[in-house]
């Protein structure tokens, strides 16, 4: 008997736990996913809220009407079309095609899901249409718009700005864009790819701006990194394949190789680094992490670290190969060099405004995560400064300011005559004007001549702006 | 109501649902403790509680038992040397776990657990063989001499006349398992009954077991007021929940609520307040348990009365005969006395009522588990098998067995599950499956065999993986749902968008858009009730659960018999396992099972089941003060009782 009670005492112990685990992924699931759930196109929910409800209006940061809901229920954008288009990937429409578009992510605040029992209560009872919440954005219509004309013309892309300090993305520009108000034929035109927001969606080889992590990589592993030197003879070979150069850089050290983006060099660095030691500094700079941030739906990014051979390591290390990321992945990096290791978390929302004119509090968000040591940030953003003071990014450099920054020429084909992706990831390192940049040209070519005058031009521009 | 107020009405009532619910937990809790506290009293302040008989030294028993020293003998469980024998006799030359016993009408049973065995007034006894020991007797273990003193008052009038009683072997009867675990100490009112029959100082006899019951159940009483009034708080808060929740129901805007369906909602209300004050005094019933109970029945009725009328209407009736069902139960576990006619009726009674869906079924949903009766109308026998499973499991398992004597009832699960397997409801095996191991284990602690089970399980698994491609879809649409979303992982897609859109305090009682989910008002209310009374409610119901568990727990730990522990560790295994595999099915996080959550879901069959379960619960738990009550007469009985 008193064994059947032992057993039983510990079976409760089993079941209490197992409720317990059941609780705590409830919610987790719900804390985590909740918001993502409502915002799916999957639910019936959105379209029957949207009949009884008057959907909010979103804002840029200067107060600019992005989008809004007349009196009849109407969607409508920017009357400006250049405007409209220039942020139609962050705003989305109003059908729900764009998923990853604050109009359809944050239906939940737009909606109204997010009211509180006495704001419900005094809607039901009032009698009135109930009113969702209004929502201004970090982004700038204006620095978007800029970003969008001087793009060059015809070509696809992407250009991510933010503010690396408090990680508030300041535009998000993806080419080709699509008209909100004319959305039958941004549907017809099933080639262009208009609907996909490039900066968060698209996953391209980073090509030589993966530099960045291979180099910080280096500067914590090995020890005497420094002091390294490489003959670069335009050719190294690795189990049976070569990584090439275009021409032979001759000796020289790690901070050269870096700044000359020398591919020999870092494949051969990387076979000293060894698979788990690029690896691991690959994931702690987030690459195939599932990246939930409260603001928008970011597509992970993805290193390879499944029995990596020699040769995939040395492409891996180049950002060629199986390695993929979003231009506002790339962007966090450098955010997270700027900062001495932290990296923030990207901020799209700036206010949230409820119909009774208070305003609400913003998710809190996960906070800065540290990525790197500050010491190995600092040496790295030494070396980025040199990129653009004498390297491949000397096009980026911004008078009065010091620009740290990378180059980046990914190829995106086996086949030589299509041009590769055109990479340049940047910021200012002047606290005074924190911003860094992303810019992506996809097949424009060398990164130091198309990405990086571009990634300068917008620069200026933010300066100019004062965001 | 116009449809602005009834929206705020609907609103507020999901703050309300997690207000009554948080107050009924932390009421019962407060209980919980009070309660624990007088039984702890109770062991301290009365030396001979829960014990049936004492064993005095008769031999010098080494440094730790000193001679004359008394043993407390409870009513049935292990003897040894060993810390964890219910009797331990601290003596190195016992054997760790030398007999095991049990008290029965005609005195002290005893069957050796070691090759030694032992001596009962000179006779030997060895495995296999049963001794009943008298008044008196002596028992010789190994060079320990004892003498068996029987309490004065648990012995008839012809027992104690009888005197010392000699061993006898029962080799056969010992063979087909233990005697039935069930024997009432002594004075029983079939004993009382007979003595009576026979006249025998008939007025004399007859007022003292007048007195004899009046005190007893005085005592009774006291037990069971003992911090009584949580349980009536809780009744009151269920009957405020129900009554508001009934009234938005009804009252939605352009419907007219029908005779029958105010009529049945007034009988919900008052069965639920009769059930926890008034029921207890004169039933077997356990206030927390019934409290509870109805709360989750209030909370299913309430949700299916709005999202679909009719269903909420049957799901009332089906409440009230649950009720009766319930009462039934219990009334027949505290008068069980024949556990070997009722498991042979109940193994046939639930092989031939799992055969019947195989036969008449129709294939519904991919199973074929319903089958259409006339009189009783369409059912699910599988869910009231799980009665017969549980008793006949318990009745098998029970009295220390060996693993050969247990078999019948491992054959009888296995049937079942073999039946379910054809049947194609996958989710009810595995239920059956689950429940059999966890008694099992309880009872015989035997890991080894366990983890065979287990490993038995797993195959099984397996192999129904690759037999059933639905089993394969549903794997699949746990693994990833999104991949296909309009397909096999709509149902759970919709659940989880209803669980997000509710948010933490619902979007209110009549409001959103449940019906979208398949299977709303059965197995997915758990996101129903998500999506209008919130997440918070639908955690605090998980609470509640727990509680109800807990609760059933403390009764499993209070009962004097394997038997009744075994029987209410069934029901506790059954439940808690039936209420997980959903829950933890709609929120995604293990593959989804079709099964109904216990007392929520929509279901004839299933609701009256596991009312029938918390009869079985409150027959265990009544069993448990009754003897109680006796042990506290015994005790003192011609003081008054202050507690």
């Not at chain 1, 592993?221 to 335009?234: I, K, R, V």
């Not at chain 1, 698979?275 to 603001?295: H, I, M, Q, V, W």
């Not at chain 2, 055969?355 to 074929?368: C, D, H, M, S």
Request: charged share 20%; net charge positive.
């Amino acid at each position: 008997m008193k064994a059947i009670r032992r057993r039983v005492r510990l079976l409760t112990a089993c079941f209490g736990l197992m409720t317990g685990l059941m609780i705590a992924y409830f919610g987790y699931s719900v804390s985590f996913y909740g918001g993502r759930w409502i915002a799916s196109p999957h639910n019936p929910r959105i379209s029957s809220q949207k009949k009884s409800v008057v959907m909010g209006a979103v804002t840029d940061r200067d107060g600019a009407m992005l989008a809004w809901t007349n009196e009849a229920g109407e969607r409508h954008y920017n009357p400006d079309r250049a405007t409209r288009m220039a942020v139609s990937q962050v705003v989305g429409d109003s059908e729900g095609k764009v998923s990853t578009g604050v109009d359809t992510f944050h239906a939940q605040y737009l909606l109204g899901f997010k009211a509180g029992l006495f704001e419900r209560l005094s809607d039901a009872l009032s009698g009135e249409t109930l009113h969702g919440d209004d929502l201004e954005l970090t982004v700038s219509e204006r620095l978007s718009r800029y970003i969008t004309e001087q793009f060059p013309r015809g070509k696809r892309g992407a250009a991510v700005v933010m503010n690396w300090r408090s990680g508030e993305i300041l535009s998000m520009v993806s080419l080709p864009q699509f008209d909100p108000e004319n959305m039958d034929a941004a549907l017809s035109d099933d080639t262009a790819g208009a609907l996909m927001n490039r900066c968060t969606q698209g996953l391209y080889p980073p090509g030589s701006t993966f530099k960045i992590v291979t180099l910080a990589s280096a500067l914590e592993n090995l020890s005497g990194a420094d002091s390294m030197t490489f003959d670069c003879s335009g050719r190294y070979s690795v189990g049976g394949y070569s990584v090439t150069e275009q021409s032979a850089h001759g000796r020289q050290t790690l901070s050269e190789a870096f700044s000359h983006s020398c591919n020999t060099a870092f494949a051969s660095l990387s076979q000293k680094l060894g698979y788990e030691g690029l690896g691991s500094t690959a994931e702690a700079l987030r690459f195939n992490e599932n990246f939930l941030f409260d603001d928008l739906i970011v597509y992970n990014s993805s290193y390879p670290i499944d029995n990596l051979s020699a040769e995939d390591l040395a492409w891996s290390s180049i950002g060629q190969g199986r390695v993929l990321a979003t231009p506002l992945h790339m962007t966090l990096i450098a955010c997270a060099v700027a900062n001495g290791g932290q990296m923030p978390e990207p901020r799209l929302i700036s206010r949230i405004l409820t119909p009774h004119g208070t305003e609400r509090a913003l998710p809190a968000g996960k906070g800065a995560v540290s990525v790197m040591p500050r010491s190995v940030a600092d040496r790295v953003e030494a070396e980025m400064i040199r990129v653009v003071e004498r390297g491949t990014g000397s096009r980026a450099a911004l008078s009065g300011y010091v620009v740290a920054g990378k180059t980046g020429t990914a190829e995106a084909s086996n086949d030589k005559s299509i041009a590769a992706h055109a990479w340049f990831v940047g910021y200012i390192t002047n606290p005074s004007a924190p911003y860094a940049v992303c810019v992506l040209v996809e097949n424009g070519g060398s990164g130091g001549s198309v990405a990086a005058p571009l990634a300068r031009r917008i620069l200026k521009k933010t300066v100019d702006l004062k965001l | 109501m116009d449809g602005a107020w009834y929206r705020a009405a609907g609103l507020a009532y999901g703050y309300f649902a997690s207000l009554c619910a948080v107050l009924i937990a932390l009421l019962l809790l407060k209980r919980w403790r009070s309660e624990r506290a007088l039984w702890r009293r109770i062991a301290k302040s009365v030396p001979g509680v829960g014990c049936a008989c004492v064993f005095r030294v008769m031999s010098e028993g080494g440094k730790r038992l000193a001679k004359g020293a008394e043993l407390r003998v409870p009513m049935e469980g292990t003897m040894g040397s060993a810390a964890g024998c219910d009797v331990c006799i601290p003596y190195r030359k016992v054997h760790l776990r030398s007999a095991f016993f049990w008290m029965e009408e005609d005195g002290l049973h005893m069957a050796p657990l070691h090759r030694d065995g032992f001596l009962v007034d000179g006779v030997q006894a060895q495995p296999g063989d049963e001794a009943i020991l008298r008044d008196g007797a002596e028992l010789r273990l190994g060079d320990l001499r004892l003498r068996l003193r029987m309490q004065r008052d648990k012995l008839t009038a012809a027992e104690a006349a009888a005197g010392p009683y000699v061993t006898r072997k029962r080799r056969e009867s010992a063979q087909r398992g233990r005697g039935n675990g069930l024997g009432a100490p002594g004075r029983t009112r079939e004993a009382r009954r007979k003595d009576r029959k026979a006249g025998r100082e008939r007025s004399a006899s007859q007022r003292e077991a007048k007195r004899m019951d009046a005190a007893a159940a005085d005592r009774r009483k006291v037990l069971s007021r003992a911090a009584g009034a949580e349980a009536a708080l809780c009744a009151l808060l269920t009957a405020a929940f129900q009554i508001t929740g009934m009234l938005l129901a009804l009252g939605r805007p352009g419907t007219e609520p029908s005779q029958t369906a105010q009529a049945l909602c007034m009988m919900v209300v008052a069965a639920g307040l009769f059930t926890t004050l008034v029921l207890p005094r004169f039933l077997p019933v356990d206030p927390p348990v019934m409290a509870l109970t109805n709360f989750f029945c209030g909370t299913g009725i309430v949700i299916l009365l709005t999202v679909s009328p009719m269903r909420g209407q049957r799901q009332m009736i089906c409440y009230l005969g649950g009720l009766v069902f319930m009462v039934l139960m219990s009334l027949t576990v505290t008068r069980l006395r024949h556990t070997r006619l009722l498991s042979v009726l109940a193994i046939t009674g639930g092989l031939t009522l799992l055969v019947l869906p195989l036969l008449y079924g129709e294939w519904i949903n991919g199973a074929k588990n319903w089958v259409t009766l006339p009189l009783i109308g369409s059912f699910q026998p599988s869910e009231l098998v799980k009665l017969c499973l549980i008793l006949v499991l318990a009745r098998y398992f029970s009295a220390h067995r060996t693993i050969l004597q247990m078999m019948p009832a491992v054959f009888f699960a296995a049937s079942c599950m073999l039946l379910l397997m054809l049947q194609r409801d996958l989710g009810t095996a595995l239920i059956y499956y689950l429940t059999t191991l966890i008694l099992f284990y309880a009872a015989c602690g035997n890991v080894p065999m366990t983890v065979a089970g287990i490993g038995g399980g797993v195959f099984a698994a397996g192999l129904g993986y690759r037999l059933f491609s639905h089993v394969k879809v549903r794997v699949a649409m746990w693994r990833n749902p999104w991949s296909d979303p309009n397909g096999g992982g709509y149902q759970i897609i919709q659940a989880l968008l209803a669980i997000g859109s509710g948010g933490l305090f619902g979007v209110g009682l009549g409001q959103g858009t449940p019906e979208k989910i398949p299977e709303f008002y059965n197995d997915f209310i758990f996101a129903v009730i998500c999506e209008q009374l919130g997440q918070v409610f639908g955690v605090l119901l998980l609470l509640l659960h727990v509680l109800l568990i807990l609760r059933g727990v403390a009764l499993v730990c209070r009962a004097r018999r394997s038997f009744d522990m075994l029987l209410a560790c069934g029901v506790l295994a059954s439940l808690g396992i039936q209420n997980f595999m959903i829950v933890a099915g709609v929120i995604k996080l293990i593959p989804l099972t079709g099964v109904t959550m216990p007392f929520l879901s929509y279901g004839g069959s299933s609701l009256i089941s596991c009312m029938g379960m918390i009869g079985i619960l409150h027959g265990t738990c009544f069993g448990a003060r009754d003897a109680l009550a006796a042990d506290l007469f015994a005790a003192m009985p011609r003081r008054e009782v202050k507690l």
